[in-house]
């Protein structure tokens, strides 16, 4: 079990808006620390998507956005297009480690 | 901008030390507002992050893992390395390097990857 935790997949057709949750505790997202999403296209490394719970990196599209709540956060993703078709991890820290979520596989359908 | 390359052997029998280097281009690997750290991934399954330096020498590692663990790092010759020892089928995943952010935890950049398969 990943300490923070996802749904294993969410779907949603072109042009739609999905949204990624990441639930935590009060030993990391409610503590207070940051939560970093990373997109991983089918057979290549993860790339940083938002860091620092709601920034994006330069040439990441405005279409992802995200937030943080309590032991919560979430990746939203609007303009749904198929090249978004990935998976999708939510990352924090634990008592000095680094955690992340079990992923979420997208579909676009 | 920075990238990083793993390389080392995609084959390692059971109960032998997997190695790993991590060559970093495009930038220092004296910085010091970031950490480098091996992160690995099972197949088909999710992120484990593993350890990271500092580039004084400096490390900490997953407890989980802490007992077969070493990262070292090579300044002169700009890469990190990973080494793993006692190594079980369990040990099969892609090994990643990515730099840390010292301020925020976040990983950037990323490298490709390797798959290390621990067979006999």
């Known amino acids: 079990q990943s300490v923070l935790t996802q749904p294993p997949s969410v779907s949603g057709a072109p042009g739609q808006r999905v949204t990624i949750s990441c639930t935590g505790s009060s030993s990391n997202i409610g503590a207070g620390y940051d939560v970093h999403w990373y997109q991983q296209l089918p057979g290549t490394a993860p790339k940083l998507l938002i860091y620092g719970n709601s920034n994006r990196p330069s040439g990441v599209p405005d279409r992802f956005s995200g937030s943080k709540s309590g032991s919560s956060a979430s990746l939203a993703i609007t303009g749904l297009q198929a090249e978004d078709e990935a998976d999708y991890y939510c990352?924090?820290?634990?008592?000095?480690?680094?955690?992340f979520g079990g992923g979420t596989k997208l579909t676009v359908l | 901008q920075v990238q990083l390359q793993e390389s080392g052997p995609g084959l390692v029998k059971p109960s032998q030390t997997l190695s790993l280097t991590c060559t970093v281009s495009?930038?220092?690997?004296?910085?010091?507002?970031?950490?480098w750290s091996w992160i690995r991934q099972p197949p088909g399954k999710g992120l484990e992050w593993i350890g990271h330096?500092?580039?004084?020498?400096?490390?900490y590692y997953n407890p989980s893992l802490k007992s077969r663990v070493t990262i070292s790092v090579d300044r002169s010759k700009m890469h990190f390395s990973l080494r793993l020892n006692s190594v079980t089928a369990a040990d099969t995943a892609v090994y990643y390097c990515?730099?840390?952010?010292?301020?925020?935890?976040?990983?950037?950049?990323w490298g490709q990857g390797t798959l290390v398969t621990v067979s006999s």
């Open positions: 495009g930038g220092s690997i004296s910085s010091d507002d970031n950490y």
């Open positions: 990515a730099r840390e952010y010292l301020g925020g935890n976040w990983f950037d950049p």
């Open positions: 990352q924090s820290y634990d008592s000095s480690l680094k955690v």
């Open positions: 330096i500092y580039y004084n020498g400096n490390t």
